[in-house]
T-cell receptor, first 109, second 113 residues
Framework: GIQVEQSPPDLILQEGANSTLRCNFS?????LQWFHQNPWGQLINLFY???GTKQNGRLSATTVATERYSLLYISSSQTTDSGVYFC???????????FGKGITLSVRP | EAGVAQSPRYKIIEKRQSVAFWCNPI?????LYWYQQILGQGPKLLIQ????????DSQLPKDRFSAERLKGVDSTLKIQPAKLEDSAVYLC???????????FGDGTRLSIL
C-alpha cells in the first residue's frame, strides 16, 4: 500500500515563530487532507488539498502532486496551535485515506 | 451545519465483553467511515460505507468486529468479544462522496481492562 511519511516527528517552537511541516507519499493520490488533532483528541480539518496552494489565516498548504509531497506552513505560531498534525492521502476509486504518523507540535509561551 | 455525532465519548469494559458505538453523520453525506486510532498512531480505516453498502472492509477484524448502516444514515460499530489490543479511540467520519473531504466526529475512547 501507499506509504506516508511526515517530518519532523516532533517540533518545539516559541510563540510567534514560523514552521514548515512536510508530508511525502509514495504513489499518486486523488485526495490529500491536513488535520490538526488538539490535546482533547478532536481531529480538525485544516485543508483539502490534492494539488495547488491554499491559505486560511496564519496557515497555508501546498501540494506538488507530481513530486509527491505536501507542505503545511504555520506562521506566527500560537500556543493553541499545539497538538498533532496529520497528513492523510487518498487513493483508489473510493479515495481510501491513509494517514501518516503525525507531527507533534508544542508551542511555548 | 451540525457535525458528525458520536456516542458514547468514553467506554470502559473488561476483556471478552461486548461494546457498541454509534455515529450520526453530517446530513446528506452519503459516505461514512469508521477508523481506529491507537495511542501514538494515525487513524486506520476499518470500514467504509457508501449509503448503506460496504465499499471497503479489508482492515476490519471480522471475527470480532461488525458494523452496519441499515438506512443509509446512522451507523453502529460493534466489538464482540473485546481484546486488550482493542483499546483505542474509534472515530467516525463522513463525506459527501469518495473524493470529498472527510469530517470527523469527536470519537469514542475505549479502554479494555
Amino acid at each position: 500500500g501507499i506509504q506516508v511519511e511526515q517530518s519532523p516527528p516532533d517540533l518545539i517552537l516559541q510563540e510567534g515563530a514560523n514552521s514548515t511541516l512536510r508530508c511525502n507519499f509514495s504513489d499518486s493520490v486523488n485526495n490529500l487532507q491536513w488535520f490538526h488533532q488538539n490535546p482533547w483528541g478532536q481531529l480538525i480539518n485544516l485543508f483539502y488539498i490534492p494539488s495547488g496552494t491554499k491559505q486560511n489565516g496564519r496557515l497555508s498548504a501546498t501540494t506538488v502532486a507530481t513530486e509527491r509531497y505536501s507542505l503545511l506552513y504555520i506562521s506566527s505560531s500560537q500556543t493553541t496551535d499545539s497538538g498533532v498534525y496529520f497528513c492523510a492521502v487518498g487513493t483508489g476509486a473510493n479515495s481510501k485515506l491513509t494517514f501518516g504518523k503525525g507531527i507533534t507540535l508544542s508551542v511555548r509561551p | 451545519e451540525a457535525g458528525v455525532a458520536q456516542s458514547p465519548r468514553y467506554k470502559i469494559i473488561e476483556k471478552r465483553q461486548s461494546v457498541a458505538f454509534w455515529c450520526n453523520p453530517i446530513s446528506g453525506h452519503a459516505t461514512l467511515y469508521w477508523y481506529q486510532q491507537i495511542l501514538g498512531q494515525g487513524p486506520k480505516l476499518l470500514i467504509q460505507f457508501q449509503n448503506n453498502g460496504v465499499v471497503d472492509d479489508s482492515q476490519l477484524p471480522k471475527d470480532r468486529f461488525s458494523a452496519e448502516r441499515l438506512k443509509g444514515v446512522d451507523s453502529t460499530l460493534k466489538i464482540q468479544p473485546a481484546k486488550l489490543e482493542d483499546s483505542a479511540v474509534y472515530l467516525c467520519a463522513s463525506s459527501p462522496g469518495g473524493r470529498q473531504p472527510q469530517h470527523f466526529g469527536d470519537g469514542t475512547r475505549l479502554s479494555i481492562l
